[in-house]
């Protein structure tokens, strides 16, 4: 109970705080162009709290459902466009309605909401590198038998001090570059004690999307080195008529070295109705079992026990100096907005299967566990969170900021604005777009609940 109080209040302030990053944008570039704001809202529902601005010309309020905001210009809805509607606005305020205004001022006005999340995201990285992250080194702690690691002379114990001559400071800087990478070459700089030497590995091409699968790990073989241990067995499930035990160290399966959870799903999802022998420690003992997975609905095989995953290097605190933090504050946003909008097109394309899309349950639990990791964590969920919420509002689709800058496109080669008919129209579809991706991204959350 307590826990998931935890993830439903980091939840709310996670979303609530973005929400109102978003919304200050629209707000503040607004009244600095001298549009005349009525409302401006976090929320929607009845209203939890409300006060007037020192000018009485702004309302401002939190309402009971964090799940969105708004900020209402005077004459900005379709519906107050035209003589009727300015004939209701006072002739001192005519000048200062939204919809008289030039389109680069609506333009500006549409566009803050989504740059300020990205202006959040920038400061929330800078905060992450200088405040320290935990990471994990990048030091090589596996080394797959007969894989393109082993092969290019990769050792245990081997520090990467740069890859394509930028240099890293934890294995996920590495990760990020194979995935980059694939099917080509990519240069390594690597220490072994005093000793350092340079190489070039080939990275070969995975058959799933690299963004979906551990690249350094599965397809080159080398990795942080993994413990893949069992939390828990359920009672007559193949795990546990097989003889696994709870604390049990995955050693191999099917006479192959087990280095991460993913490696280990993956095969025993391919193993339904066949029996498998498998390798763990326990204790001081190495013993020798045989599961027999059972398919589910799916065909997929199960085992009927829950993993847990400990990398066998300790992590680090790697604080950035100034400098390298301001820098890395534009760099990861960046990054992690063209990475949001590859997934997105890769995902229109059926590059990646949409099933991979996450919803409010997703970002509740991740927030939950961020939460948990301490403040740091917090914030860089945040900031990736932020980077997905301006790049879902420039998607140009009606009722989202993309679809504004599109009518104003529209209006600006046109001469003339939409007419109000079509505007509505338009924006049916948008909200009928949206309320489709919302529903199959809820979907998704509770399939994923559901199966485990």
Same mark, same amino acid.
Request: glycine content about 10%; charged content about 15%.
């Given at each position: 109970?307590?826990?998931?109080?935890?993830?439903?209040?980091?939840?709310?302030?996670?979303?609530?705080?973005?929400?109102?990053?978003?919304? !200050?944008?629209?707000?503040?570039?607004?009244?600095?162009?001298?549009?005349?704001?009525?409302?401006?809202?976090?929320?929607?529902?009845?209203?939890?709290? /409300?006060?007037?601005? =020192?000018?009485?010309?702004? %309302?401002?309020?939190?309402?009971?459902?964090? %799940?969105?905001? !708004?900020?209402?210009?005077?004459?900005?809805?379709? *519906?107050?466009?035209? *003589?009727?509607?300015?004939?209701?606005?006072?002739?001192?305020?005519?000048?200062?309605?939204?919809?008289?205004?030039?389109?680069?001022?609506?333009? /500006?006005?549409?566009?803050?909401?989504?740059?300020?999340?990205?202006?959040?995201?920038?400061?929330?990285?800078? &905060?992450?590198?200088?405040? $320290?992250?935990?990471?994990?080194?990048?030091?090589?702690?596996?080394?797959?038998?007969?894989?393109?690691?082993?092969?290019?002379?990769?050792? &245990?114990?081997?520090?990467?001090?740069?890859?394509?001559?930028?240099?890293?400071?934890?294995?996920?800087?590495?990760?990020?570059?194979?995935?980059?990478?694939?099917? @080509?070459?990519?240069?390594?700089?690597?220490?072994?004690?005093?000793?350092?030497?340079? @190489?070039?590995?080939?990275?070969?091409?995975?058959?799933?999307?690299?963004?979906?699968?551990?690249?350094?790990?599965? !397809? #080159?073989? @080398?990795?942080?080195?993994?413990?893949?241990?069992?939390?828990?067995?359920?009672?007559?499930?193949?795990? *546990?008529?097989? $003889?696994?035990?709870?604390?049990?160290?995955?050693?191999?399966?099917?006479?192959?070295?087990?280095?991460? &959870?993913?490696?280990? &799903?993956?095969?025993?999802?391919?193993?339904?109705?066949?029996?498998?022998?498998?390798?763990?420690? =326990?204790?001081?003992? #190495?013993?020798?079992? #045989?599961?027999?997975?059972?398919?589910?609905?799916?065909?997929?095989?199960?085992?009927?026990?829950?993993?847990?995953?400990?990398?066998?290097?300790?992590?680090?605190?790697?604080?950035?100096?100034?400098?390298?933090?301001?820098?890395?504050?534009?760099?990861?946003?960046?990054?992690?907005?063209?990475?949001?909008? +590859?997934?997105?097109?890769? @995902?229109?394309?059926? +590059?990646?299967?949409?099933?991979?899309?996450?919803?409010?349950?997703?970002?509740?639990?991740?927030?939950? =566990?961020?939460?948990?990791?301490?403040?740091?964590?917090?914030? +860089?969920?945040?900031?990736?969170?932020?980077?997905?919420?301006?790049?879902?509002?420039?998607?140009?689709?009606?009722?989202?900021?993309?679809?504004? %800058?599109?009518?104003?496109?529209?209006?600006?080669?046109?001469?003339?604005?939409?007419?109000?008919? #079509?505007?509505?129209?338009?924006?049916?579809?948008?909200?009928?777009?949206?309320?489709?991706?919302?529903?199959?991204?809820?979907?998704?959350?509770?399939?994923?609940?559901?199966?485990?």
């Amino acid at each position: 109970m307590i826990e998931t109080l935890h993830t439903v209040a980091a939840f709310v302030v996670a979303i609530a705080l973005l929400i109102a990053v978003h919304e !200050y944008g629209h707000f503040i570039v607004a009244r600095k162009l001298g549009v005349k704001v009525e409302k401006f809202s976090i929320g929607f529902g009845p209203a939890l709290l /409300s006060w007037r601005s =020192r000018d009485k010309e702004v %309302l401002y309020v939190i309402a009971a459902i964090p %799940l969105g905001g !708004y900020v209402k210009m005077l004459g900005e809805n379709p *519906d107050e466009q035209g *003589d009727e509607a300015n004939a209701e606005i006072s002739e001192a305020d005519k000048h200062r309605a939204f919809d008289v205004q030039p389109v680069w001022k609506r333009a /500006s006005i549409a566009v803050a909401g989504p740059l300020f999340n990205f202006l959040f995201a920038v400061v929330a990285y800078m &905060i992450v590198g200088w405040g $320290g992250q935990s990471i994990l080194p990048p030091v090589i702690g596996q080394v797959a038998p007969a894989s393109v690691a082993e092969r290019a002379g990769l050792l &245990i114990g081997d520090r990467i001090l740069a890859v394509d001559g930028s240099k890293v400071h934890s294995w996920q800087q590495v990760e990020e570059i194979a995935k980059s990478r694939a099917g @080509m070459n990519m240069s390594l700089n690597v220490a072994s004690g005093r000793v350092e030497r340079q @190489m070039n590995v080939f990275v070969p091409q995975p058959a799933r999307d690299p963004l979906l699968v551990n690249v350094t790990a599965d !397809y #080159v073989g @080398m990795g942080p080195g993994t413990k893949v241990k069992v939390a828990e067995v359920v009672k007559d499930s193949p795990a *546990d008529l097989g $003889g696994l035990k709870a604390g049990d160290v995955i050693i191999s399966l099917a006479g192959e070295q087990i280095t991460g &959870i993913g490696p280990f &799903i993956e095969k025993i999802r391919a193993l339904a109705g066949q029996k498998v022998n498998i390798s763990v420690q =326990r204790g001081d003992v #190495v013993v020798n079992l #045989v599961l027999a997975p059972q398919a589910d609905n799916g065909g997929f095989g199960r085992i009927g026990a829950k993993m847990t995953a400990k990398a066998m290097i300790a992590p680090e605190i790697y604080h950035m100096g100034p400098a390298e933090g301001f820098v890395h504050g534009f760099a990861r946003t960046w990054e992690m907005t063209s990475m949001t909008f +590859s997934v997105l097109g890769k @995902m229109l394309t059926a +590059s990646i299967s949409p099933e991979n899309l996450g919803g409010p349950i997703a970002i509740a639990q991740i927030a939950g =566990r961020t939460a948990e990791l301490g403040l740091i964590a917090f914030i +860089s969920f945040l900031a990736l969170i932020s980077v997905n919420l301006g790049v879902l509002n420039l998607l140009p689709i009606p009722v989202l900021d993309g679809g504004h %800058l599109v009518y104003l496109t529209i209006e600006k080669l046109r001469g003339a604005p939409l007419s109000p008919k #079509v505007l509505e129209r338009t924006q049916i579809v948008g909200i009928v777009l949206i309320a489709a991706l919302m529903i199959f991204a809820f979907y998704n959350d509770i399939s994923r609940w559901l199966n485990g």
